[in-house]
C-alpha cells in the first residue's frame, strides 16, 4: 500500500489537473498512474473497480479509495497538512462552490468541448471543424465569463482574496480556451476575468502540471 496518494488520470484531462494543481498547491507529493479513457476499447477493465463509469481521475490515499475531481479536491484540501484551499466564512466557501458548479455544468462543455476541442484539436487531427458548434457556443461562453467575473468583482481570485479549489478547478479549462482565436475576442470584454488568468498561469503550480 503506498503511503503517498496515488492518482489515476491522463495529463490532458481538465479534472485530473485540477486535483493535480490541489495537490501541488498543498505541496503533497503524489503518484500519477496513467489511464486513457479514449484508448481502444475505453479503459482498461480493472480500472471500472476503481471507477465504475469509466471516467477519470479517481484517487486512493492508504487503501481509501474515491472518483470525482470535486469529491477527490474537498478531501485532499481537508485531509493534508498545507493552506486551506477552501474559505472559512460560510459565505465566500458558497461562493467557491457555486463558481465550481457554474464550471461542471455550463463551462466545461462550452469552453474546452464546443471551443478549444472543436477549433483546436479537431483540425490537428487532420479534420474540419464544426464552425456552426463554435458559433453557437459564443454566447453561452459569454455567460459563463460574466457570470464567473460577476462572482469575483474586484477580488483577486474567483471567490474571495485567497486561493480557493474555484480557481483551480477553473484554470486546466482555461488553459485549453485561452489557445483559440475566440479567447481573444471574448476576453477583452472581462478584464478581471483576463487579469485573474494572468496570476493563475505564473503560479509554479501550473508548471509543474502542464500538459505535454
Known amino acids: 500500500m503506498s503511503s503517498e496518494p496515488v492518482l489515476y488520470g491522463a495529463p490532458y484531462s481538465v479534472y485530473v489537473r485540477a486535483v493535480r494543481l490541489t495537490l501541488a498547491e498543498k505541496e503533497i507529493p503524489y503518484t500519477l498512474v496513467p ?3 479514449f484508448a481502444p476499447g475505453g479503459p482498461p477493465p480493472e480500472y471500472l473497480i476503481r471507477h465504475p463509469f469509466g471516467r477519470i481521475p479517481s484517487f486512493e490515499y492508504r487503501g481509501f479509495q474515491l472518483y470525482e475531481a470535486g469529491a477527490i479536491m474537498r478531501y485532499v ?3 493534508f497538512p498545507g493552506p486551506a484551499l477552501q474559505p472559512r466564512s460560510p459565505e465566500l ?4 462552490n457555486q463558481v465550481i458548479s457554474i464550471l461542471d455544468s455550463y463551462a466545461y462543455r462550452t469552453l474546452v468541448w464546443d471551443i478549444f476541442v472543436e477549433g483546436v484539436s479537431v483540425p490537428q487531427r487532420g479534420h474540419v471543424s464544426n464552425e456552426e458548434r463554435i458559433r453557437d457556443a459564443l454566447p453561452r461562453a459569454a455567460m459563463c465569463l460574466t457570470a ?38 471574448l476576453l477583452a470584454h472581462h478584464p478581471d476575468l483576463k487579469r485573474w488568468w494572468e496570476n493563475m498561469v ?11
Open 93 to 96: 466557501r458558497a461562493r467557491a
Open 35 to 37: 489511464v486513457d479513457v
Open 77 to 79: 484540501d481537508e485531509a
Open 202 to 212: 505564473n503560479r509554479p503550480s501550473m508548471a509543474t502540471t502542464a500538459v505535454p
Open 148 to 185: 464567473m467575473e460577476q462572482i469575483m468583482g474586484a477580488a483577486p481570485f474567483l471567490a474571495g482574496p485567497t486561493l480557493t479549489l474555484a480557481d483551480l478547478h477553473a484554470a486546466p479549462m482555461f488553459a485549453y480556451f485561452i489557445t483559440t482565436p475566440e479567447a481573444e475576442q
